[in-house]
């Protein structure tokens, strides 16, 4: 972290963690010079589900909640970026305070509970950015007390099949009840084929193509994903992120905050994360689309998550501690990495770990 970074960071903690990301979010909208954009590297793009992203790391969901900022997230070197949770009514999630920073293991639990405008106040910002270049993905939620959770699920893939690079379909966030409880085979099942149904009812031109992808949780046993994975696979679902924020506490150092409940993410996730990565990938296959998410906050850790079976990688909680110029970091590092190796491609060391990951216990 430089000195501009570290004195930003120092501000913008001395502010609650809700507070501080909303400044954040104004200074992107606002065209603040935060970060330089990295150079482009030919070596580093990849491509899946058809689509073409100029390097493998992402923006997860959970930051740019109601598609402020997508175009500012790819400025600062992100290869996509994806927005979101955003569920088809508004709704102002769990009550505050619901952020807390455990600053010793540079790490974040909320308990946010899909805080957003809605559908429809977020489609009227991604239709304003049509013919704009960018991978720009929409991760799509339930509202907590809807009737049918499921047809929210399906109002999400209606409404920004058309607006979106892909769609993701979160039911693994553990700050909505009962939620989680989607990824139980037969709720599966149903979600997946309606959800896949919706897409294959939208006229030619409207979203038929777009790409579908699934976020699991951490806290699943073996069992719980060979059921995901079969599904999945039947469903003929694109991709599968791996994974959301954890409800274990994995031997943490900041006390404060550690008994909140909510959802950890950040550093203490890698392990886990990335050994259930590597699980599923070796569950679905060589050819499905798989996102490394948890814990990302250095190349070190990017090209890990794409030796243990990633094809892409998705950071959010890492920029909290190391300051918006660690998307260029990361990307220049992936860079130099290919050069020391003289890689022509990041998907030649893909899976070169998976067998090491994908043999630790859960």
């Known amino acids: 972290m430089n000195g501009i970074d570290r004195l930003g960071q120092r501000l913008l903690f001395t502010l609650d963690p809700e507070t501080a990301h909303g400044l954040s979010i104004k200074a992107l909208k606002c065209g603040l010079p935060v970060a330089s954009k990295p ?26 909640k109601n598609g402020d900022v997508p175009d ?11 927005i ?19 600053t ?19 489609e009227e910002r991604l239709a304003a950015r049509a013919g704009r270049p960018g991978v ?20 999400g893939v209606k409404r920004f099949a058309r607006h979106a690079s892909y769609l993701t379909v979160n039911i693994s966030s553990p700050n909505t009840p009962g939620l989680r409880n989607m990824q139980a085979r037969a709720e ?36 719980e994903l060979e059921d995901i994975a079969a599904e999945v696979v039947d469903k003929a ?29 950040g550093k203490p996730l890698f392990g886990r994360s990335t050994t259930v990565l590597a699980k599923m990938r070796r569950l679905v ?21 794409i030796r243990a079976g990633a094809d892409l990688v998705q950071l959010y909680t890492g920029m909290i501690y190391a300051g918006p110029a660690l998307p260029g970091r990361i990307v220049g590092g992936m860079a130099r990495f290919a050069d020391a190796n003289g890689i022509t491609s990041l998907r030649e060391i893909r899976d070169s770990r998976l067998a090491h990951w994908a043999a630790k216990p859960l």
């Open 39 to 64: 150079p482009v590297d030919e070596r580093l793009r990849v491509r899946i589900c058809g689509l073409d992203f100029p390097n493998p790391l992402g923006m997860a969901a959970g930051y740019d």
């Open 72 to 82: 500012a997230l790819l400025d600062l070197g992100f290869g996509f970026a994806e």
């Open 84 to 102: 979101g949770s955003v569920t088809p009514l508004p709704q102002p999630g769990n009550p505050k305070p619901r952020i807390f920073r455990l």
């Open 104 to 122: 010793k293991d540079e790490a974040v639990i909320n308990r946010l509970g899909f805080n957003n405008e809605g559908h429809a106040r977020c």
């Open 136 to 155: 720009v993905g929409v991760n799509i939620g339930a509202n907590k007390d809807s009737a049918d959770r499921i047809a929210d699920y399906e109002f």
């Open 188 to 223: 599966l099942a149903e979600l997946l084929s309606r959800i896949t149904a919706a897409r294959e009812a939208l006229p030619d031109g409207a979203g038929r193509k777009t790409p579908l992808f699934l976020k699991i949780a951490p806290d699943l046993n073996e069992a």
């Open 237 to 265: 679902i694109d991709g599968v992120i791996v994974s959301n924020t954890t409800i274990s506490r994995p031997n943490l150092q900041s006390s404060a905050f550690s008994g909140e409940a909510g959802g950890l993410s």
């Open 285 to 305: 296959g060589p050819d499905l689309a798989l996102i490394g998410v948890g814990g990302v906050n250095s190349a070190d850790t990017a090209l890990e998550k």
